[in-house]
């Protein structure tokens, strides 16, 4: 699949594929100026750069594991969803976790980005099925406080 890129800053870097689509889902994007966070801080990182999606698809942008792991950094709102109708300037909300001042690097991959098909819906008031679950809540499923040796 082709998609449309605009760098809108000079230093913007193409998002890519670290081993490949083949073994990828994600492409890393970049930040493309320094930003600090102080610890339990949240800033809008610039990427440098503008997509155009076809209708049906979005990019979801999700948390660098590395990022996570080493420095407690993440995106609070992950994943972030871009729609196709949007042709601003990609921008990652990213959280420092940590407890150490982090400094976002220009060039830094910072996050992943998925481009996914999604569907329309379109709502139909009305009974619903029956189900095994029924209307059983959250828990109701089975989950690890319901295991019994």
Do not use: C
């Amino acid at each position: 699949m082709k998609l449309r890129i605009r760098r809108l800053h000079p230093n913007a870097l193409i998002p890519r594929y670290a081993h490949g689509p083949l073994e990828d889902a994600g492409m890393d994007l970049h930040a493309v100026e320094a930003v600090q966070l102080a610890p339990g801080e949240r800033k809008l990182v610039p990427t440098g750069l503008a997509i155009e999606l076809p209708a049906g698809f979005e990019a979801q942008l999700r948390p660098r594991s590395g990022l996570a792991l080493k420095y407690g950094i993440t995106l609070p709102n992950s994943p972030a969803t871009i729609d196709p109708g949007y042709r601003g300037e990609i921008k990652v909300i990213l959280q420092n976790l940590g407890g150490d001042v982090f400094t976002v690097e220009p060039g830094e991959r910072i996050a992943q980005m998925v481009v996914s098909r999604y569907e329309a819906v379109e709502w139909e008031e009305g009974d619903l099925s029956g189900s095994l679950r029924g209307e059983g809540g959250f828990g109701s499923s089975g989950g690890f406080g319901s295991y019994k040796p």
